[in-house]
Each structure stands twice: as structure tokens, then as C-alpha cells.
């Protein structure tokens, strides 16, 4: 008898669960996102910022996959061009010390 009693008391109440805010949007996950007029003037340019913001992270980083690609994407983009600039920096620096700038000496 006791076992159902505390069983009993231990199950949920549907009737007093506290009830979800209710919003216009369909689900509550939906995140709102105010659309202000594009100022002109001295805002003008933060307003621009917004809307390449908006735009960048519809496009991009809204879904999970896109997000992950842009990742993938941007890491082998950022190492081929970190790479070609190590390169380019270490034939600056050693101007006339690597073979291929002084193997015309050298052959014939």
C-alpha cells in the first residue's frame, strides 16, 4: 500500500505543469530577428554591416552542413594561401642563396 502511495505522489501532474509561453511564431525555437529601416547618415554604414551579417549568416551558418563546409572550405583556403606566403616570404629573405637563383652559374 505504501509503495502506491509514494508512486502515486512521485508521478507527474499534467494538470499544475507549468505551461509554455505562448508566441506568434510556430515554434518556440524560431529565434525573431527585429528588421530596422537602413539608416542614412551617420548609421548608414553600421546598417550595411547588418545586412552583410544577415546575409552571410543565412548563407552560410544556418544549417549545421553549410556551416561545417564553410569551416572545411575555409581551412584549405587559409592554409594554400598561408602556405604561398610562408613561400614567398622565405625566397624574399634569401635572395641569392637558393639554387634556383643561382644554377644559371652552375650548368653549361
Request: proline share 4%; net charge positive.
Amino acid at each position: 500500500m505504501r509503495s502506491s502511495q509514494k508512486s502515486q505522489s512521485t508521478a507527474y501532474d499534467f494538470q499544475h505543469a507549468p505551461r509554455a509561453l505562448s508566441t506568434p511564431y510556430k515554434s518556440q525555437s524560431t529565434a525573431y530577428i527585429p528588421q530596422q529601416p537602413l539608416r542614412r547618415g551617420a548609421g548608414a554604414g553600421r546598417a550595411d554591416k547588418m545586412v552583410l551579417l544577415r546575409q552571410v549568416y543565412g548563407s552560410l551558418f544556418r544549417r549545421s552542413s553549410t556551416f561545417a563546409l564553410s569551416i572545411v572550405l575555409g581551412a584549405v583556403l587559409f592554409e594554400r594561401a598561408f602556405d604561398q606566403g610562408a613561400d614567398a616570404l622565405f625566397e624574399h629573405l634569401n635572395e641569392g642563396k637558393l639554387w634556383k637563383h643561382i644554377k644559371h652559374k652552375y650548368e653549361n
